[in-house]
């Protein structure tokens, strides 16, 4: 059993950065991992049967795939009594952290989707899909598996998995689908602009750093007030934004901020308290093309933020830069 958990836990960054991008949750994720563990430990304990596997990481991909297509087809019953918005758990860590490997695909064709939808954003594109188009899609541009792999998790053919992943591939980069091609460097700087727009209490400014068809999205679990429908277009967001962030200087309670990665993403990390004397916390990621906000995601579903990491007195707002 040590031999086995030790070839295990060689896989399992890999197998959580697989589960995660299927299921848009950390916790169904791991949860994923530990069901392809116990299957793996109790398929391989057989020293034969250990021996017929050839490929390890694939077998534990293709059972891992399994277990996340099963939770993502009963998560679509879930997720349609969800009440309002549904936005995945953020993966929060300090802005200076490195990012941890991913197992991407190495070859640039592959790896089309990712560069042009990362992060928070490409999370939620993917809840547009059907489960079987999701599996395809990330099992095969994402993370390289070939086609004929990726019809055996779905139990049909390779023909069929491949017009699967196509059909995915153009719901991801449709028209209306968040757009995100910032590298870090930019993303702060257009932070910076919408935190300094919306401390002005502008419109106009506030409109300048969004996309004409910026998209926002809250999920408060029905914990908070948010909008239960998607708030689209620079107005409208702007107006929006306005009533939210800028207040942020303004409330009875102190507010704390900072810079944060989101997904991998830089975006904002917030807490005050609402009127009742409830704590919020607020986690906001960004999708950012060519200088401007295509997607604003806020996240403050107690339930999905019970593992931040805590702010201290330093950390004030408008955030330090």
Not at 3 to 28: I, K, N, P
Request: charged residues 25%.
């Amino acid at each position: 059993m040590r031999d086995l958990a030790t070839e295990f836990e060689s896989e399992r960054g890999r197998l959580l950065a697989v589960a995660r991008r299927m299921l848009g949750s950390r916790s169904e994720a791991e949860d994923a991992v530990q069901e392809t563990w116990l299957r793996y430990a109790g398929a391989l304990a057989d020293p034969a049967a250990r021996a017929e596997i050839r490929d390890l990481p694939a077998w534990l991909t293709t059972a891992c795939a399994r277990i996340c297509l099963d939770v993502l087809r009963s998560a679509r019953v879930r997720r349609e009594a969800y009440p309002g918005q549904w936005l995945p758990e953020p993966e929060v860590r300090p802005l200076d952290s490195r990012p941890a490997p991913d197992g991407y695909a190495p070859d640039p064709a592959e790896r089309a989707v990712r560069a042009d939808q990362v992060g928070t954003a490409l999370l939620v594109v993917l809840e547009r899909l059907a489960p079987e188009q999701r599996v395809a899609l990330v099992l095969h541009d994402v993370f390289a598996v070939p086609f004929a792999g990726v019809a055996d998790v779905l139990g049909t053919t390779e023909g069929a998995a491949r017009q699967l992943a196509s059909r995915a591939r153009r719901a991801v980069t449709a028209p209306d689908a968040p757009r995100h091609s910032a590298d870090p460097a930019e993303q702060r700087r257009v932070i910076e602009a919408f935190v300094a727009a919306t401390e002005s209490g502008e419109l106009d400014a506030l409109v300048r750093v969004l996309a004409p068809d910026v998209v926002l999205l809250g999920d408060s679990g029905g914990h908070f007030p948010s909008a239960r429908r998607p708030v689209v277009g620079a107005d409208q967001v702007g107006r929006f934004t306005l009533g939210l962030f800028g207040r942020a200087g303004r409330y009875t309670h102190r507010v704390l901020s900072r810079l944060v990665l989101v997904d991998g993403v830089p975006g904002l990390q917030m807490e005050t308290v609402h009127s009742d004397g409830r704590p919020i916390r607020l986690i906001t990621a960004f999708a950012v093309d060519h200088g401007r906000i295509t997607g604003i995601f806020n996240q403050l579903n107690p339930e999905k933020l019970a593992d931040l990491p805590p702010l201290g007195d330093d950390d004030t707002w408008p955030p330090h830069w």
